[in-house]
Each structure stands twice: as structure tokens, then as C-alpha cells.
């Protein structure tokens, strides 16, 4: 196959390229946006793709190594919830990385799977640190399934090889939550991607480290572990019946960028990205590092984040993608330069930045209940001051990163009170059964 193509763009240009007459939805008649139609019969069809849909699905397979691989048009959200609907039945157990993000526990709410946390370290800075294959190596008892993420915000990564192929032996399906990490297959100086490593189901965010509009996403199977027609209904089941074209011939376009430049691309941008840190460090800002770990992300740590984000943005209109009392996390793509790195090292120059005073780290939160039954119970919403030994019903979370501070089922404890008070929180939804 051709990866050069872009079939599902080509053919909503082609229909473009008519002048037609629309007398269909979408009610902009194209006005808003040309490329954004409807599915017709030359655009095919995303729950049952039979033209360049299908063969754009298959190119996309191909460039990354799956059996099958499916557009989606709510993000890896869809995607990691879809794979626990086709993995999962209620009361089965999973386990899961205890600083995944929400997706997962709505994963959890919709299939009724239990969870298992594998509660990795976090660091005195407030970064979740690689999980080892030994920490997951005796918690394999009746365990239906395994999720991990790869890389997390920060780049870190777990021993994914290593844990997929123990996993195998035990006879348990792998899930890897890569919406981080599109990119990592087409760079050999960057982590394992989950495909590479032989998981059976990886969910990617193209909108992310790859190039399409938000929401566009992959999820892609490999293996026999994954019954592809459960995945598919449950695709759908999840998604709007009116898919955006236009976020659809994007990932169309990201999947052909990806493939034909990703790795030049690499090429020129991860040295440039080391010479920045290397920059930055010398400015005596301490700039986080792993062997392994993903090297497009830029994390400056040690500091007062929240400031230096504010200030960044007040005095050089510079928009960090998330920061904390501890760190300031910047996103750097393929699409950047020389000269947008250069302008955020200038900025850095001329900023005064503060060593960080105080560190914040979220207490953890027990489950008492399963979150599903948590989720689904009567609930009331209470002031946090007053819910003391309560059981949380919903899921709360900053954005970014969008790891749940407390899941339905948790019992809020008086830390747990404090901490949510210490961030503006006001009312919760607490269960009354
Ligand atoms: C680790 C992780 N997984 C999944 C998601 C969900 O991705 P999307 O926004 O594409 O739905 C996110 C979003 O930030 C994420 O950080």
C-alpha cells in the first residue's frame, strides 16, 4: 500500500472539487469550514468503512505495525473506554496504573471492572515515576487485564516490553494508554511504543504529539486476545453518529506525515531539544531527566511552576502546558522550530524564576466501594468541609494532567478534605446509599 496517499482526504476533496449542491447536513453547507461534511456515499462510512475510510484505516494499521486500527473522533477518552467495554465484563479485576488518567476510571465506571492500583512512586516533585516489572509481577491473581500508560505526561515510561510479554505468559491482555505517544515508533532514539512491545490494544491521541485536529485519535488491536467485532460495536456505542470529516481527514493526513517524516522530523528537532535543555540547565534551572524516557518533553523542575506559567504568559505571552508548585511542563512537537525553541529560552533568560517553596502532593485516596456502584448510587452534593468520611461519587480532577485526585467509591478522608479545600474545591457529590 501506498503510504504516500491520503485516501479518505482525497475523496472529501474530490467531492468538494464537484461544486455540489448540498442538500444534506451539515447546516453550514461548508461555509464554516469546507472540509467538514457529512458521511455520504462518497465519503464513506466510519461504522461500516467499505471505501478510502477503510483503506485509510488500513494504511494507518500498516504504518504502525497493528493487525487493525480505527479512526475515532472523542480522543483516546473513546478509546480506552471502548477497550475496557470489549475487555471487561462487571467484577473483573484490572490493573491499572493508580495515576492513570480519567478515561480509565470511566473505563471502570462503564464496564464494572474492579481495579487493581499499582501504586507507583511519585517523586518529592510530584512526577509519577516508571513502573517496573516488579511491581506488577505478583499481583497477577485473577487479574482479567492489565492498563498501563505510555509515556506518561513527563515522559516517563513503564518496562513495557518486559511487563507485556510476562503478562502474555499468564495468559492477560495488555492495554497501553498512549495518547502521549504517537510518535514514539517513528524515532528509534525514543521509547517502546506500545505496538512494538506487543500489547494487544493501543489507544493513541493523533491531536496530541501527532497532527490532526483535536479529538482525532487512534485505537489499534493486535493479537488474537481482542475480539475485533466487540471492539468495533463498542466503537460505536461510544461515538457520535456524526463524525467530523474534517477531524477525520486530518488523522488521514497525520497518519501520512507521520509515516513519510516523522522520523526526519525527529532528526532535526530532538537535538535541538537536548541543546535547549542543555541551555537551560546552564542557566542553573534544573531540567528533569531519565535514561528512559521520552526526550521531546521539557519539564522544568524544582521551581515555582504556577508562577513562572503565569509570568511566562503576562510578560511573553508563552503558554505552558501545565504547571504545579513544583514544575512547569512545556509540550514541544514536531511542528516546532529553532525559533519557537529559541524564544522560550530567551524568555527563560530574562525571567526571574523562583525555587520552589512548597510541594504539593495530593494525598491518596482508598476505595471503600466499587466506583461503578459508587458512580450509579444516590448521591447528594455536600460542601467539601462538611464531607468528612464520606464516599466520593464522581470523579474529581485538575486539567492537566486529568489524574483523578478521588474516584467514585473513595472515602474522603480529613487529608484528603484539606487538600481539596487547598485548591478552591467547594462542593463534591458524595453517595447516600
Ligand atoms: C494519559 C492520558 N490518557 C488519555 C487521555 C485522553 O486523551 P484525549 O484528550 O485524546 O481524549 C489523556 C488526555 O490528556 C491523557 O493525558
Not at 504547571?323 to 511542528?335: A, E, G, N, Q, V
Amino acid at each position: 500500500m501506498n503510504q504516500k496517499k491520503t485516501p479518505y482526504l482525497k475523496a472529501i476533496i474530490d467531492y468538494i472539487n464537484e461544486k455540489p449542491s448540498r442538500f444534506h447536513y451539515p447546516g453550514h453547507k461548508g461555509k464554516l469550514v469546507t472540509l467538514d461534511l457529512t458521511e455520504l456515499p462518497q465519503t464513506d462510512n466510519l461504522f461500516c468503512p467499505e471505501g478510502p475510510l477503510l483503506e485509510a484505516q488500513k494504511l494507518t494499521a500498516l504504518a504502525f505495525g497493528a493487525d487493525y486500527s480505527y479512526f475515532l473522533v472523542n480522543g483516546s477518552t473513546q478509546g480506552i473506554q471502548s477497550a475496557f467495554l470489549t475487555l471487561f465484563k462487571p467484577g473483573d479485576k484490572v490493573l491499572i496504573s493508580y495515576y492513570s488518567h480519567r478515561s480509565v476510571i470511566e473505563g471502570l465506571i462503564l464496564s464494572g471492572a474492579e481495579p487493581v492500583f499499582i501504586e507507583e512512586e511519585i517523586d518529592n516533585w510530584g512526577i509519577p515515576q516508571n513502573i517496573t516489572l516488579e511491581e506488577i509481577e505478583n499481583k497477577l491473581d485473577d487479574i482479567k487485564g492489565i492498563l498501563l500508560t505510555n509515556p506518561n505526561y513527563f515522559g516517563l515510561v513503564p518496562e513495557i516490553k518486559e511487563i507485556v510479554e510476562y503478562a502474555h505468559s499468564k495468559g492477560i491482555p495488555v492495554i497501553i494508554d498512549e495518547a502521549h505517544g504517537i510518535h514514539l515508533s517513528f524515532h528509534k532514539d525514543l521509547p517502546m511504543s506500545g505496538l512494538e512491545a506487543g500489547a494487544d490494544i493501543v489507544i493513541q491521541s493523533m491531536h496530541k504529539m501527532g497532527l490532526s485536529l483535536t479529538q482525532g485519535a487512534l485505537i489499534h488491536i493486535k493479537g488474537n486476545r481482542v475480539d475485533s467485532n466487540r471492539l468495533e460495536e463498542n466503537i460505536m456505542l461510544l461515538s457520535t453518529t456524526s463524525p467530523s470529516t474534517f477531524i477525520l481527514a486530518t488523522i488521514d493526513i497525520g497518519r501520512r506525515e507521520l509515516y513519510l517524516n516523522g522520523r526526519k522530523r525527529l532528526d532535526r528537532l530532538l537535538p535541538m531539544i537536548e541543546e535547549l535543555k542543555e541551555e537551560i540547565e546552564r542557566l542553573g534551572i534544573p531540567v528533569y531527566k531519565k535514561t528512559n524516557m521520552d526526550k521531546t518533553k521539557l519539564t522544568i523542575y524544582k521551581i515555582e511552576g504556577n508562577r513562572l506559567s503565569f509570568d511566562l504568559w503576562e510578560k511573553y505571552k508563552i503558554q505552558v502546558e501545565m504547571s504545579s508548585t513544583t514544575y512547569c511542563l512545556f509540550i514541544i512537537s514536531l511542528l516546532d522550530t529553532k525559533r519557537t525553541l529559541k524564544k522560550l529560552l530567551k524568555a527563560l533568560k530574562n525571567i526571574d524564576i523562583h525555587p520552589s517553596s512548597r510541594i504539593d502532593k495530593p494525598p491518596r485516596y482508598k476505595l471503600i466501594q466499587h466506583p461503578r456502584k459508587a458512580f450509579f448510587s444516590s448521591k447528594e452534593k455536600v460542601k467539601v468541609e462538611d464531607s468528612t468520611n464520606r464516599i466520593c461519587g464522581e470523579i474529581i480532577t485538575q486539567y492537566p494532567p486529568g489524574i483523578p485526585l478521588l474516584i467514585p467509591g473513595a472515602l474522603i478522608t480529613e487529608d484528603i478534605k484539606e487538600y481539596l479545600l487547598s485548591i478552591g474545591k467547594e462542593y463534591i457529590n458524595v453517595t447516600i446509599d
